[in-house]
């Protein structure tokens, strides 16, 4: 199972991740853990190709909402300006509502083998968080400004500090080492794989908590 973080509207760099793991197939799956569209310029591009791939593999293909496939994230980060240029402003409005509906129906978070917990953001406010918290959340949600489990798990990034703190994001939080491994714990999990964070080391993924919390961008 391949792990791909943000795209951000990266056509090219889809097309070179699957040139170099392969199409989908019965040894080869993929999850695509958010943040889609916004930033690049052929966001478009990205998301009708997941979700062609995702119908032609329903079962080697995975999609994960992140805080982007939201209409107030995409509103302004590029993918509405980006339907209206490509197909007009009448049209661009229906393609722009369409694919935020199919979005906001994206699953939240995937966990692999029982053991791996992969979500966009990272781990909420909540105490005592389990992994079947989320089935409280209604698919189809928009993401509100205001503090609340479906915001925190899309917007918060780990820190090397204990506890939880508030983010300099303006939603979401940063939580340290003693909540991912409470979370691990409680949930008798291993790991957590998230994105939403570049690397500026250029690697393309980080090692956060004892290499218990990865992001993969």
Same mark, same amino acid.
């Given at each position: 199972?391949?792990?791909? /973080?943000?795209?951000?509207?990266?056509?090219?760099?889809?097309?070179?991740?699957?040139?170099?793991?392969?199409?989908?197939?019965?040894?080869t799956a993929y999850l695509f853990n958010g943040d889609i569209v916004d930033r690049g310029k052929q966001?478009?591009?990205?998301?009708?190709?997941? =979700?062609?791939?995702?119908?032609?593999?329903?079962?080697?293909?995975?999609?994960?909402?992140? *805080?982007?496939?939201?209409?107030?994230? $995409?509103?302004?980060?590029?993918?509405?300006?980006?339907? $209206?240029?490509?197909?007009? $402003?009448?049209? /661009?409005?229906?393609?722009?509502?369409?694919? *935020?509906?199919?979005?906001?129906?994206?699953?939240?978070?995937?966990?692999?083998?029982?053991?791996?917990?992969?979500?966009?953001? /990272?781990?909420?406010?909540?105490?005592? %968080?389990?992994?079947?918290?989320?089935?409280?959340?209604?698919?189809?949600?928009?993401?509100?400004?205001?503090?609340?489990? =479906?915001?925190?798990?899309?917007?918060?990034?780990?820190? *090397?500090?204990? /506890?939880?703190?508030?983010?300099?994001?303006?939603?979401?939080?940063?939580?340290?080492?003693?909540?991912?491994?409470?979370?691990?714990?409680?949930?008798?999990?291993?790991?957590?794989?998230?994105?939403?964070?570049?690397?500026?080391?250029?690697?393309? %993924?980080?090692?956060?908590?004892?290499?218990?919390?990865?992001?993969?961008?």
């Open positions: 199972l391949y792990i791909v /973080g943000d795209l951000h509207g990266d056509f090219r760099a889809l097309q070179k991740i699957l040139d170099h793991f392969g199409m989908p197939d019965i040894r966001s478009i591009e990205c998301l009708t190709f997941l =979700l062609a791939m995702k119908l032609d593999y329903p079962h080697r293909v995975f999609i994960a909402r992140g *805080n982007h496939e939201c209409r107030r994230a $995409n509103s302004h980060y590029g993918f509405m300006a980006e339907c $209206n240029l490509k197909y007009g $402003n009448e049209e /661009g409005e229906i393609v722009f509502e369409l694919a *935020n509906q199919a979005m906001e129906a994206l699953p939240l978070a995937h966990t692999v083998a029982d053991r791996v917990f992969i979500v966009h953001g /990272g781990l909420p406010r909540k105490r005592n %968080f389990m992994v079947s918290d989320l089935d409280t959340i209604e698919r189809g949600t928009s993401i509100p400004e205001k503090a609340c489990l =479906l915001s925190d798990i899309l917007w918060s990034d780990p820190r *090397n500090y204990k /506890g939880i703190r508030d983010s300099y994001r303006g939603s979401g939080v940063l939580f340290g080492q003693d909540v991912t491994e409470a979370f691990l714990k409680r949930n008798n999990l291993k790991l957590i794989i998230r994105s939403h964070e570049v690397d500026y080391g250029g690697n393309g %993924f980080q090692s956060w908590h004892d290499g218990k919390c990865i992001t993969v961008f």
